[in-house]
């Protein structure tokens, strides 16, 4: 069996500015498995959207060949059936099954960390399969060479072929998937609850799918209108939750510790490049995070005018597309403030 999910696809997978190297890159191994990237590697923090590409992969290479041998595993299980095969003296089976796929699909490598025979094993797998030129895709909630506890030769190997950082959704993107998911559901969401929603919970699309799903089975079961207030209180548990966890002063406190600077150079009149970038990024970062007004921010920043902090956050904006460091730096506070 393949254990791929149905339902993932790339017709329901809502594109955004977040996502799309990533859908662009799922798209183009569909059309040529084997060949256009191999392996393909997709990492970011949890209910992004990976397991979902990686189905429907998966599902579009069965759709146009329907002979296709695709195996989707997630990397657990992976570990679980080789240590079976072992105690029941069928590696050998085990190996000829897993090599003579056409599309072998791992999910979440990083619970290989640790577990060196199952690597080692993988390890000869990979190497036949990318030799004979089968797929082989690949997710992780980091950068390969991230993930502690797994050999340097297979972290090397994983960046043989392409690997793609799959980021938050933006607002746009977050409020599409709302809009989308109701109607798939039937459910006529107003706009500006989609909206509410969506520039409240801003780290995944899973508690995005959660929150939904609950205002409609409240809807459904009390026969009010959906509006804003009645959004308030269906999700009121998640909304509080969500609204403790960000401050500005939060930020301020990871950011300056992260880059090894004082907190109250966040507010200091100091210019130089090693305190400047980081309150850049800081600022950035609480408008993104936070419900709070460009005003507001510049004053939790040693009282600088709005107009510097929207300059903070298009220079960071720029940053992003332009410097990988900046990228991760920014990737990697965005996961820590929102975990
Ligand atoms: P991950 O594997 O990165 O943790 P999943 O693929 O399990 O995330 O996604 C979590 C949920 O969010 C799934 O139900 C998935 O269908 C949905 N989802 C994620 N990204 C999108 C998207 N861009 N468009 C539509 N649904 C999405
Ligand atoms: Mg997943």
């Keep these: 069996t393949s254990n791929l999910k149905e339902s993932y696809v790339f017709d329901n997978f809502v594109e955004g500015k977040s996502n799309q190297l990533a859908r662009a890159a799922a798209s183009q191994v569909a059309d040529n498995p084997g060949t256009a990237f191999n392996p393909l590697f997709l990492y970011g923090s949890t209910g992004l959207g990976k397991t979902h590409l990686m189905h429907a992969v998966g599902n579009e290479i069965r759709q ?11 990397s657990e299980r992976f570990v679980q059936d080789m240590v079976k095969a072992i105690q029941t003296n069928s590696i050998e089976e085990w190996k000829r099954h897993y090599r003579s796929v056409d599309a072998l699909l791992i999910d979440d490598i ?7 025979r199952s690597q ?11 030799e004979s030129n089968h797929q082989i895709i ?3 909630d980091r950068y390969p060479k991230e993930i502690d506890g797994v050999e340097e030769r297979l972290k090397s190997r994983f960046g043989w072929g392409l690997t793609i950082i799959i980021e938050p959704p933006e607002l746009e993107t977050r409020v599409a998937i709302l809009m989308k998911k109701a109607h798939e559901s039937n459910f006529d969401l107003p706009h500006e609850v989609a909206f509410f929603i969506a520039k409240r919970l801003r780290s995944n699309v899973r508690d995005l799918e959660g929150a939904l799903n609950r205002v409609i089975a409240n809807a459904n079961f009390t026969g009010k209108a959906v509006t804003i207030d009645f959004t308030k209180e269906a999700l009121r548990d998640m909304l509080a939750l969500q609204e403790k966890l960000v401050t ?11 880059y090894k600077i004082k907190v109250a150079d966040m507010s200091s009149k100091s210019r130089s490049r090693s305190v400047a970038r980081p309150r850049q990024i800081a600022m950035a970062l609480s408008k993104e995070l936070t419900n709070h007004s460009l005003p507001e921010i510049g004053a939790a920043f040693g009282g ?8 903070a956050c298009r220079k960071v904006t720029e940053l992003r597309e332009t410097t990988h460091d900046i990228k991760e730096d920014f990737s990697n506070l965005v996961r820590t403030l929102s975990s």
């Design 110 to 116: 990083q619970f290989f960390a640790g577990k060196e």
């Design 248 to 258: 500005i002063d939060n930020i301020q406190k990871t950011v300056a510790e992260y």
């Design 64 to 74: 146009r060949n329907p002979d296709a041998k695709v195996v989707y595993m997630h």
């Design 120 to 130: 080692e094993e993988f390890f000869h797998t990979f190497n036949a399969l990318l």
């Design 304 to 311: 600088r005018d709005h107009t510097t902090v929207l300059h």
């Design 138 to 140: 690949l997710t992780s």
